[in-house]
Structures are given as structure tokens and as C-alpha cells.
């Protein structure tokens, strides 16, 4: 999960896309793989487990901010090197 905080004033809807489209583009070789695990997790515990697919949940943490909040599979290792690549291509995307 990572946090990208806006002011209310920037086009909040580009950035979410861009965030979304930064997160499908960067998990999208071991989604098929997120998505076996979690059937796996919904047959053994007999239970309907969440997508694995990115999803971006929005904060008003003050007036005048918001928050894009950007839920992700990652693999326990390298978790880290995904979010970074997630917040450049994002970074890239607003940029230009």
C-alpha cells in the first residue's frame, strides 16, 4: 500500500489514472500468479478473498488535500522495488 498526496486544486482524477495505470503496468508478471494464490486462500478457507488487482481508495485527510491511496500485490521480496517503480512510472505520467 502507498500514499500519494494531492492538493485539492491538482486534476486528482489524471493523477489516480496515472497511479492506476503505473500499478497494472508494473504488478501485471505476477498477477497470474497473485491470482492462483488467492483462489487457493478462497478453497482452503472457505472464504471470498479480496482481487488482487491494484485499486486506489481516495483520503480527505484536511481541507484542501487528497490522498490517493494505492492498494497492490507484490511478491514478499521485492516489494519495495515495485512500489519505487510504481512511483516513477506514476511520476513520469503526471510530468508530462
Keep these: 500500500m502507498l500514499s500519494v498526496p494531492l492538493l485539492s486544486s491538482e486534476n486528482w482524477q489524471a493523477a489516480e489514472q496515472a497511479l492506476l495505470e503505473a500499478a497494472k503496468a508494473e504488478c501485471a508478471p505476477f ?27 481516495i483520503q480527505l485527510p484536511e481541507a484542501g488535500r487528497i490522498h490517493l491511496v494505492l492498494r497492490f500485490p507484490a511478491p514478499d521480496r521485492g516489494r519495495s522495488r515495485v512500489e519505487q517503480a510504481i512511483l516513477r512510472r506514476y511520476l513520469v505520467a503526471v510530468r508530462t
Design 31 to 57: 498477477m497470474d500468479q497473485m491470482g492462483r494464490q488467492m483462489k487457493l486462500l478462497e478453497q482452503r478457507n472457505l472464504l471470498e478473498a479480496p482481487s488482487p488487482d491494484p485499486r486506489i481508495t
